[in-house]
């Protein structure tokens, strides 16, 4: 079992800056991906990006260049950095890891809003 805790959400103007960072612990050794997911109010949850173990990512189309990605084996973590956001970003953004089974974070609110 893996347990991850996401922290970095609030609220930021459209054109801001956010950073999510998520902790992971627990079986971490076998983690083969970890990635953020995002799911807004009467919406399906969606993959937002995703990282592998050999260093490869994954981004939606609507986060690509303004979304970055990044995972600190050392610590035990995966960022994610995202910038010019728009209102269209806001929603709960949860990390996932995989190894073997899935695991979900609590997940930390995004809201853009002027």
């Known amino acids: 079992q893996v347990q991850l805790v996401e922290s970095g959400g609030g609220l930021v103007q459209p054109g801001g800056s956010l950073r999510l960072s998520c902790a992971a612990s627990?079986?971490?050794?076998?983690?083969?991906?970890m990635g953020w997911y995002r799911q807004a109010p009467g919406k399906q949850r969606e993959l937002v990006a995703s990282?592998?173990?050999?260093?490869?990512?994954n981004y939606a189309a609507s986060v690509k260049g303004r979304f970055t990605i990044s995972r600190d084996s050392a610590k035990n973590t995966v960022d994610l950095q995202m910038n010019s956001l728009k209102p269209e970003d806001t929603a709960v953004y949860y990390c996932?890891?995989?190894?073997?089974?899935?695991?979900w974070g609590q997940g930390t609110q995004v809201t853009v809003s002027s």
């Open positions: 990282i592998f173990n050999t260093g490869f990512t």
């Open positions: 627990g079986s971490i050794l076998r983690i083969n991906v």
């Open positions: 996932r890891a995989y190894n073997g089974v899935v695991s």
